[in-house]
């Protein structure tokens, strides 16, 4: 199916361990991005990419991995999960910037 | 430094009522682009609007309508005889000059109530 899509779109995980989770868009999009959406916080910018092989640093990089190598797919990986990464992670695409953003359904993480 | 306040955290109205949800900017770049977000009950994170700086027409789409004006550094959404499908989490987001990033409001959630 056309559009953006995330998996998992649930995860329980444990303090410690590694997390990646995936994004794919079918738009071939030069843009992607990823958020995580917090209580109090809003929608934060974790790390975005302009192109593949090109990603650069969002608001609230630390503890977060990402790579782009190809077009269609982003992945974020938390290398070692913390309880403060329990959040719901948005992964995002848009044609450029300023543009509008096309958003995935959305990761629920939980770290115990 | 540039900011989006959405001063209304929740509002709450019964159907028919119009609504407007504020948002208020705050950027030194004169190229700007703003932007509205809809977030229903169930999570996904849906475009709505995008308006330049150049562009201070009013937009009017169906029952929803947006105000934008520099003078006062706002962008306020309107909802005209809202209905319960509209309820929602909205939200206002601002990318100035040239920074590839959206700086984003807190929020404003709609409860349209029966």
């Known amino acids: 199916d056309a559009g953006i899509t995330q998996s998992p779109r649930y995860k329980i995980t444990e303090t410690g361990r590694q997390v990646t989770l995936m994004c794919h868009q079918t738009w071939s999009h030069s843009y992607m991005f990823w958020y995580r959406q917090d209580l109090g916080h809003g929608l934060r910018l974790i790390y975005y990419s302009a192109a593949a092989d090109i990603t650069d640093k969002g608001e609230v990089p630390d503890g977060y991995v990402v790579s782009r190598s190809k077009t269609e797919n982003f992945p974020l990986t938390l290398e070692s999960a913390t309880r403060s990464q329990t959040s719901v992670y948005f992964c995002?695409?848009?044609?450029?910037?300023?543009?509008?953003?096309?958003f995935g359904p959305g990761t629920r993480l939980t770290v115990l | 430094a540039q900011k989006v306040t959405q001063a209304q955290t929740e509002i709450s109205v019964v159907e028919k009522e119009d609504v407007t949800l504020d948002c208020v900017y705050e950027t030194r770049d004169t190229t700007y682009y703003l932007f509205w977000y809809k977030q229903p009950p169930s999570g996904e994170l849906v475009f709505l609007i995008r308006?330049?700086?150049?562009d201070e027409q009013n937009e009017i789409s169906g029952r929803y309508s947006w105000n934008f004006q520099k003078s006062t550094s706002s962008f306020n959404f309107t909802i005209t005889a809202s209905q319960v499908v509209d309820s929602a989490v909205y939200f206002c987001a601002l990318n100035a000059g040239n920074n590839r990033k959206l700086i984003w409001g807190l929020g404003t959630s709609l409860a349209v109530n029966p």
């Open positions: 995002a695409s848009s044609v450029g910037t300023p543009s509008d953003l096309f």
């Open positions: 308006r330049n700086s150049f």
